[in-house]
């Protein structure tokens, strides 16, 4: 009962080719679906507003990242910016009267349009020039952003959302804000893992081995490219959006900083570059990890086991966290992903000790 | 989705963590939470604060509490990302906390809707909304000490009079560019179009430790006067482009962002007889600071390293501090225990004339004016401290109460 | 007219103290190929350094001596515990793990040290040099001439024979190994003397500003001086300094007033994306022929 791998036998490459082939991993994900729809009925409102909430979101932010970085191979260190837009032009858009939904994909359209922009330069360059050109590029939208009051929202510099309704349920509750956000989250985890078996999905991955290789087998490294940004820049805008709407309820310029496009690209590559397990665990890592090193490190100094400064206090999670992302690229750089792939094939043929999948 | 799992287990472990680290706590005591950025953008202030609003509450609890409750802060560290301010706020607020401060603007602001909702108080002393000080608009937020637009007017009434009135003054204002750096700037204008002088805004990029073009500029413009806005790292040498460029130190008026560090910074001397705005009084000459360095330092209780005791930030966290305890003391007078956010609003609201022993000016908060008159002073660096060289006082308080209601309109419109 | 020219010279200025930041970067780039995005956290470390030393009473110049040996120091720990282990990693694997690097540094800078702004005098100070109208920071000035003699010590250090090494280092790993020479040694000294550079950067900004963690923002001006110099040249460090600094005084001294508001960042962001997008190997970078 334990060899999760017993009677699985593919007959047909339909059953072969699905996204789970082993009934155990199918099981396995529609229980975390199901445990992920009954989240507010068991846990309270601080683990739900504080923690899974915004750990959905960044994840779908994260997976819409990867497509670009993982599987286009397309490097994106502005991507904050990209989601800036999104939420400023949705947040703009139901103030002019637009129906949330309408909006929430006119937000991806517009950060979609603004994205492929930053997808000129990865026309002309790629590796590192394409960092610091995206790079500049996040700082140019912030400073259009801040100085621009008709964007920002005026003197104070923040926007608040307004309450709406998705597909007529009024989102004003924190539960209907899960809810929003998870169903955004399945989709595009579903977009995610199924693009990969489209055309187009192959034809990021040959962009990304080698672009040249891939012009010479029919592969517009142009259009491709182009469309790699569009896709991932209107995933991003909804995201920025959903989170404006769904967890911030206000949305100032720090919301979409530079330090969140580092944090968006460690969320991928913690994670495990091209992987969607690897979105969500990076999301997680990078999003809640210093959350809970601060609460660790003040209930240890709390209880008297370390006696430091309260600036050292403040200032260890940083030095762990600095040091875990150091530690995951010299010694797994595969990421997350790799180490949950690892564990899962380990328990797949359980209690033997080869390895099939 | 195979992904929760691990989320789950460190949900579970978390979750194990709290419940221990309440049970550690006394369950009857009040509790703040003092939610700051000690990693961040406001390293430069957070820590000498949040010394002092520490070393105040333990001063309260040795002299046995508030009728024999204790005050319990609790410090977390949110590095000026919202995300982590939302946590930490809703991780207190389970934890019992009744009164927030999170000294960072942007989580402030993340977090405005939430206090509100939830009816528990936040205080945000010279940081913040300024339009907070609407309470009808606001009820749960207290900005308590002069906003940076009576911070303005202070210093602008300052010049008006004693260096001769503003009249036909140029008055450069060099800030920072960001909405901080800027708010002054309406309520500037409204001034300069009253008492006839002459405005112009010089903004640097952030975060400020290059400003050489602005100061050039500056320079051209001749002013009689110059308002430096800007926090940290930009304000010291703020104060050197400016003293470089042919400004005397005694036309260099500061925001409140201006402290001894700065002035080491700078050089002691050279700085001498640069002015600034403070809310409250340098030094340890005042009779609660007295009472600190006797019960709290001399007893090794201290949060941090003593020779902070009586720095400009430290007594302002003191002050924020006993405005808080003042309240929760008349809340829990005219209300009775247990001390809720609702109460704690309350005994704000009755506030009146309460200065700290000296400490800062007199402050009256009202149910309409939670800014508490937006008094203060200006003091004058004299080559080793703060030298004040006003009365405390208020100013021109009409213009910044525009300012404050457009602000609270635009909120209640939505922004 | 005087206007124009005292922009241009504190530009020109503050443009060199920029290029000190990017010297750092372009020795680790040229010899391993490494893009050292902890570059201004290494700027920030060397000034606590030198903050630390002096605070425990010694003169001035002692610590920054003994701030270089240390620094020298971390620089190549730095490589033998981290990048070498990353070689042959992809582009964005080294560039987070310098990033990962940035956060660590900036913990435990200010954590151990002590995060409220630190003084660090050099005894400059403020009056300005008067030309005509023309006001010259003084400390820019220094500034601008120790960095002129650092990157001047750059180029000349390649004319020895170890940097005759790096520079064949440079050129081609394998073919410097075939011949002898110490692949892994020349990137370790190359981190060691960025290490260096850093101390002087960091004392330089660091007296202007105090010292604390926003050191670590001068990577951004840095990063511009850098990719419009070309990423692997010492002289385009020197040039691209120049005009970046020059860019960045006299725009904003010109267009600050009719925007409403600072334009440095925009400039320097614009010039990053249009030296990427006209010659994404800057003014004197070496073009990279990409093979199949």
Same mark, same amino acid.
């Given at each position: ?6 009677g699985?036998?593919h007959?047909r490459?339909?059953s072969?080719?699905?996204?789970w082939?082993?009934p155990a ?9 199901a445990?992920?729809?009954?989240a507010?009925f ?8 504080s923690?899974?909430?915004?750990w959905?979101?960044w994840?779908?932010a994260?997976?819409s990242l990867?497509?670009?970085m993982g599987?286009?191979?397309q ?24 129906p949330?939904?309408?909006a929430?994909v ?6 979609a ?11 002309r ?7 610091m050109a995206?790079?500049?590029?996040q700082?140019?939208v ?11 929202g ?9 309450t ?9 509750s924190l539960?209907?804000?899960y ?7 399945v ?7 199924n693009?990969k078996?489209?055309?187009f ?9 080698k672009?040249?290789a891939a012009?010479?087998i ?6 491709t ?9 209107f995933m991003?805008?909804v995201?920025?959006?959903?989170l404006a709407?769904?967890?911030y309820r206000?949305v ?10 580092i944090?968006?690209?460690?969320m ?5 570059l091209?992987?969607?397990?690897g ?11 210093p959350?809970?090193?601060t ?11 370390i ?14 966290y ?25 328990f797949?043929?359980?209690?033997f000790?080869h390895?099939?999948? | 989705m195979?992904?929760?799992k691990?989320?789950l287990?460190a ?9 221990a ?13 003092l ?5 961040a953008?406001?390293?430069f202030?957070?820590?000498?604060y ?5 070393d105040?509450?333990t001063l ?8 024999g409750t ?10 000026n990302?919202p995300?982590?301010?939302i946590?930490a706020?809703?991780r207190?607020?389970?934890e019992?906390a009744?009164l927030?401060?999170?000294f960072?603007t942007?989580v402030?602001?993340?977090?405005v809707d ?10 945000t ?6 339009d ?5 608009t ?16 202070v ?18 204002l060099?800030?920072i560019?960001s909405p901080?750096?800027?708010e002054?700037?309406?309520v500037l204008?409204?001034?300069?179009e009253e008492?006839?002088f ?15 073009a602005t100061?050039t ?10 308002f ?5 790292g930009g304000?010291p040498v ?14 260099i008026?500061s925001?409140?962002?201006?402290a001894?560090?700065?002035?080491e910074?700078v ?8 002015k600034r705005?403070?809310a409250?009084a ?6 609660i ?13 201290g ?8 720095t400009?930030y ?8 006993a405005?808080?305890v ?10 009775g225990a ?6 704690l ?8 004339d309460?200065?700290?022993e000296?400490?800062?000016p007199?402050?009256t908060?009202t149910?309409s004016d939670?800014q508490g008159?937006?008094?203060?002073r200006?003091s ?5 401290r ?13 213009v ?6 457009e602000?609270a309109?635009a909120?209640?419109q939505g922004? | 007219?005087?206007?124009f020219?005292?922009?241009?010279i ?5 443009g060199?103290?920029?290029s000190?930041?990017?010297?750092g970067?372009?020795?680790i780039y ?13 700027v ?10 002096s ?7 002692v ?12 620089g190549?720990?730095?490589e ?6 990353m070689v042959g990693?992809?582009i ?5 793990l310098?990033?990962?690097l940035?956060?660590?540094l ?6 151990l040290?002590g ?6 005098? !050099?005894g400059?100070?403020? %009056?300005?040099? *008067?030309? +005509?109208?023309i006001f010259?920071?003084?400390?820019? /000035?220094? #500034? &601008?001439a120790l ?7 750059a180029?000349?250090f390649?004319r ?5 090494k790096?520079r064949?280092?440079?050129?081609d790993?394998?073919s410097?190994w ?8 020349a ?6 003397l960025?290490g260096?550079a ?5 004392v ?14 001068? !990577?951004?001006?840095?990063? %511009?001086?850098? *990719?419009? +110099?070309?990423?692997d040249s010492?002289?385009?460090? /020197?040039v #691209? &300094?120049?005009i970046v600094?020059?860019?960045?005084s006299i ?6 007033q ?9 400039v320097?962001?614009l ?21 199949i």
């Amino acid at each position: 009962m334990f060899y999760r791998l017993a009677g699985v036998h593919h007959t047909r490459y339909q059953s072969a080719r699905r996204l789970w082939p082993v009934p155990a991993d199918r099981w396995q994900v529609l229980f975390l679906l199901a445990l992920a729809v009954v989240a507010p009925f068991f846990l309270s409102n601080l683990y739900l507003g504080s923690y899974l909430l915004p750990w959905l979101i960044w994840s779908a932010a994260a997976l819409s990242l990867t497509l670009l970085m993982g599987t286009a191979g397309q490097l994106h260190f502005g991507f904050a910016a990209v989601m800036a837009i999104g939420a400023y032009s949705s947040i703009h858009l139901v103030r002019f009267g637009v129906p949330f939904e309408i909006a929430l994909v006119g937000a991806g359209v517009t950060a979609a349009v603004i994205g492929s922009l930053f997808g000129m330069a990865a026309l002309r360059v790629k590796g590192l020039y394409l960092v610091m050109a995206t790079l500049a590029m996040q700082y140019l939208v912030d400073w259009v952003i801040i100085n621009v009051p008709a964007i920002s929202g005026g003197a104070q510099a923040t926007l608040r959302t307004p309450t709406v309704s998705f597909l007529l349920v009024p989102v004003d509750s924190l539960v209907s804000r899960y809810y929003l956000a998870l169903i955004w989250v399945v989709l595009v985890t579903l977009f995610f893992l199924n693009v990969k078996r489209t055309s187009f999905g192959r034809a990021l991955v040959a962009i990304r081995d080698k672009d040249f290789a891939a012009a010479v087998i029919g592969v517009d490294p142009f259009r491709t490219k182009l469309v790699a940004f569009f896709t991932s820049s209107f995933m991003g805008g909804v995201s920025g959006a959903i989170l404006a709407f769904a967890y911030y309820r206000a949305v100032t310029p720090e919301q979409f900083s530079f330090n969140v496009s580092i944090q968006l690209v460690a969320m991928v590559l913690v994670g495990g570059l091209g992987s969607a397990v690897g979105g969500f665990l990076g999301a997680g890592f990078v999003l809640l990890i210093p959350i809970f090193l601060t609460n660790l490190v003040a209930w240890l100094a709390g209880a008297g086991w370390i006696a430091i400064s309260a600036n050292l206090i403040a200032h260890v999670p940083l030095m762990i966290y600095g040091a875990l992302i150091i530690g995951f690229l010299l010694f797994e750089p595969l990421g997350l992903a790799k180490i949950y792939d690892n564990i899962r094939k380990y328990f797949l043929v359980w209690p033997f000790r080869h390895s099939r999948s | 989705m195979n992904r929760y799992k691990n989320g789950l287990m460190a949900a579970s472990l978390a979750a194990a963590m709290a419940t221990a680290g309440s049970a550690a706590a006394q369950e009857d005591a009040i509790k703040f939470g003092l939610l700051q950025d000690f990693t961040a953008v406001y390293t430069f202030v957070s820590g000498e604060y949040n010394q002092g609003q520490r070393d105040y509450l333990t001063l309260v609890n040795e002299e046995g509490g508030l009728d024999g409750t204790m005050i319990e802060a609790i410090v977390r560290d949110h590095g000026n990302e919202p995300q982590r301010g939302i946590e930490a706020y809703n991780r207190a607020k389970e934890e019992g906390a009744v009164l927030f401060d999170f000294f960072s603007t942007p989580v402030s602001r993340a977090l405005v809707d939430s206090v509100l909702e939830d009816e528990v108080v936040l205080i945000t002393a010279l940081h913040g909304r300024g339009d907070a000080s609407d309470g009808e608009t606001f009820p749960y937020v207290f900005p308590m000490m002069a906003t940076y637009w009576s911070q303005a007017t202070v210093l602008a009434n300052h010049i008006e009079e004693n260096e001769g009135g503003l009249e036909g003054k140029k008055i450069a204002l060099v800030h920072i560019d960001s909405p901080f750096g800027r708010e002054p700037l309406p309520v500037l204008e409204a001034l300069a179009e009253e008492e006839d002088f002459e405005l112009r805004n010089f903004p640097y990029p952030s975060p400020g430790n290059e400003q050489s073009a602005t100061w050039t500029e500056v320079r051209h413009f001749r002013p009689d006067h110059v308002f430096i806005w800007g926090a940290g790292g930009g304000q010291p040498v703020s104060v050197r482009e400016a003293i470089r460029n042919g400004i005397s130190p005694e036309d260099i008026y500061s925001v409140v962002w201006l402290a001894e560090t700065d002035a080491e910074n700078v050089g002691a001397d050279t700085m001498a007889g640069v002015k600034r705005f403070e809310a409250t009084a340098s030094g340890t000459d005042t009779p609660i600071l007295q009472r600190i360095q006797e019960k709290v330092i001399d007893a090794d209780l201290g949060a941090g390293d003593a020779a902070n005791v009586g720095t400009s930030y430290y007594n302002v966290g003191v002050a924020s501090m006993a405005v808080a305890v003042e309240a929760a003391r008349l809340a829990l007078e005219s209300e009775g225990a247990p001390l809720t956010g609702p109460k704690l609003k309350a005994g704000f609201e009755m506030i009146s004339d309460f200065d700290a022993e000296g400490l800062m000016p007199p402050i009256t908060i009202t149910a309409s004016d939670h800014q508490g008159g937006g008094a203060g002073r200006v003091s004058q660096w004299n080559g080793e401290r703060w030298e004040p060289v006003s009365d405390w006082t208020a100013a021109y308080q009409d213009v910044v109460q525009v300012e404050i209601e457009e602000g609270a309109e635009a909120f209640r419109q939505g922004n | 007219m005087y206007y124009f020219a005292e922009l241009v010279i504190n530009g020109a200025l503050t443009g060199l103290m920029y290029s000190l930041v990017a010297l750092g970067f372009v020795l680790i780039y040229k010899s391993s190929g490494v893009p050292n995005l902890a570059a201004g956290a290494l700027v920030m470390i060397g000034a606590y350094m030198v903050w630390l030393l002096s605070s425990y009473g010694l003169p001035l110049f002692v610590s920054i001596l003994l701030g270089l040996a240390i620094m020298f120091g971390l620089g190549l720990l730095i490589e033998r515990l981290l990048l070498r282990r990353m070689v042959g990693q992809p582009i964005i694997m080294v560039v987070m793990l310098t990033l990962g690097l940035e956060i660590l540094l900036r913990g435990l800078g200010p954590g151990l040290l002590g995060a409220a702004p630190k003084p660090l005098d !050099l005894g400059i100070g403020l %009056a300005p040099i *008067i030309v +005509g109208d023309i006001f010259i920071n003084r400390s820019y /000035l220094i #500034g &601008g001439a120790l960095a002129l003699l650092m990157i001047g010590a750059a180029l000349l250090f390649f004319r020895t024979r170890l940097g005759t090494k790096l520079r064949a280092v440079s050129d081609d790993h394998v073919s410097s190994w075939a011949v002898g020479i110490s692949v892994e040694r020349a990137i370790g000294v190359s981190w060691g003397l960025a290490g260096i550079a850093a101390v002087a950067a960091g004392v330089l900004w660091g007296s202007v500003q105090g010292v604390d963690w926003t050191l670590s923002m001068l !990577l951004f001006p840095a990063i %511009a001086v850098v *990719i419009l +110099g070309g990423i692997d040249s010492i002289l385009g460090v /020197l040039v #691209g &300094g120049l005009i970046v600094g020059m860019l960045g005084s006299i725009i904003p001294g010109y267009v600050d007033q009719i925007v409403g508001g600072g334009t440095r960042d925009v400039v320097t962001s614009l010039i990053i994306l249009i030296t990427i997008m006209v010659r994404p190997y800057g003014i004197f970078g070496r073009e990279d022929i990409e093979r199949i």
